[in-house]
């Protein structure tokens, strides 16, 4: 099944700046939307940006003008820039994936989530 590979997490102060990376792997045919959700403590996990097919984009409000997210054939990043405390979370790499086992199914995929810490 596909797999998706998350990187970048950390800890950075107010203001600055951090890129997570998602590769997504296996037998991939193609990804219809991947993005990025975020997940803070005793909060539900919430959209963050996503990227379709046709490289339309979804911002959330609380991210928006600082965070731009990329794709590149199986791979997403998301630049996050004007890092603020409320950011900190975990955030999760997501992908709407049509997949080969015996036949082409579609299914969404999630990472296992990078924690990123934003604190003075």
């Known amino acids: 099944q596909p797999h998706l590979v998350e990187s970048g997490g950390g800890s950075v102060r107010p203001g600055g700046s951090l890129r997570l990376s998602c590769v997504a792997t296996?037998?991939?045919?193609?990804?219809?939307?991947m993005g990025w959700y975020r997940q803070a403590p005793d909060k539900e996990r919430e959209l963050v940006a996503t990227?379709?097919?046709?490289?339309k984009t979804i911002y959330a409000a609380s991210v928006k003008d600082r965070f731009t997210i990329a794709r590149d054939e199986n791979m997403c990043d998301l630049q996050m820039d004007s890092l603020k405390p409320e950011d900190t979370a975990v955030y999760y790499c997501?992908?709407?994936?049509?997949?080969?086992?015996?036949?082409?199914?579609?299914?969404?995929?999630w990472g296992q989530g990078t924690q990123v810490t934003v604190s003075s």
């Open positions: 997501y992908a709407d994936v049509i997949y080969t086992t015996v036949s082409y199914l579609r299914d969404d995929f």
């Open positions: 296996g037998k991939i045919r193609s990804i219809y939307t």
């Open positions: 990227v379709t097919e046709g490289e």
